[in-house]
């Protein structure tokens, strides 16, 4: 396998296939936690926020103690804290920050959170540490087919609290709780995902420092990130595909869209509902790329 994947200083784009059976991928909050879909076609969406949440929930699993990688959005984290770390590290008072005060403040924030040098952060709060672009974007992922997002009801025979008409002691006589399951019985999702460098490194030393160690972490996490991402509403969930077109300059050779169309997903019966990952065929188009562009099949299946 060619190591241009894992090449900084060149630009990557890449498609990530993965699947969900019996759970439910990301929860809609304004639609009482239904799995999220487009409301004009009925095919599923996972969020792009939702994918950077598991590749940092993955990396501070796999890296958290080290220094250099830090997750800065972290839950129930006050993010003005995470600034003022930076100004406390600088020995500045960031009620009195220049303009040079607040780029110094930025690159420590680079140097030490993995994800802001990777997906970029405004910091630009009450305290600070300036605003950074990152080099990794992801697009939402979207089904291959319309999900039907289904919504039980379940029962808890336990109580949070005592029946009001009853001595807090006396277990004897109970009636259980109802609340509501969400789910989708089966779905495969596609997302597109791209590395630019210039915002990595550049001349003017405005680039958030990520590096070949840093890219190489992000492909582990792609691929592994579903099997930390486990709960009782997730279901089975497993990427299916990880595919890396990589091209030989900093601005590379050939259009994104152009490379990210040769992976199509297709249906093997298209009368049968899919219920699992042998319904689809996946077929990458490998042949004649265009010059200077390396396709590296990181996870197939």
Known sequence: MSNLHLNPDVRHEFVLLFDVTNGNPNGDPDAGNLPRIDPETGYGLVTDVALKRKVRNYVDALRGTEERFKIYVQQGAILNNQHGRAYSALGKDPKKATQKDISEARQWMCQNFYDIRTFGAVMSTEVNAGQVR????????????????????????????????????????????????????????????????????????????????????????????????????????????????????????????????????????????????????????????????????????
């Open 134 to 301: 990152g080099p990794v974007q992801f697009t939402f992922a979207r089904s291959q087919d319309p999900i039907l997002g289904l919504d039980f009801a379940i029962t808890r025979v336990a109580l949070t609290n005592p029946d009001k008409k009853q001595a807090a002691e006396d277990e004897t006589v109970r009636s259980g709780t109802m609340g509501r399951k969400a789910f989708v019985p089966y779905g495969l999702y596609l997302a597109h995902g791209f590395y630019v460098p210039s915002f990595a490194q550049n001349d003017s030393g405005t680039g958030t420092g990520f590096n070949a160690e840093d890219l190489q972490v992000l492909w582990q996490a792609l691929e592994n990130m579903w099997d930390l991402d486990r709960s009782a509403s997730r279901g089975l969930t497993a990427c299916r595909g990880l595919y890396v077109f990589s091209h030989d300059s900093k601005l590379g050779n050939a259009p994104a869209h152009k490379l990210l169309g040769r992976v199509r997903v297709g249906r093997k019966n298209a009368e049968l509902a899919p219920r699992e990952f042998a319904d689809y065929d996946v077929n990458v188009d490998d042949a004649a790329l265009p010059n200077g562009v390396t396709l590296t099949r990181l996870v197939e299946g």
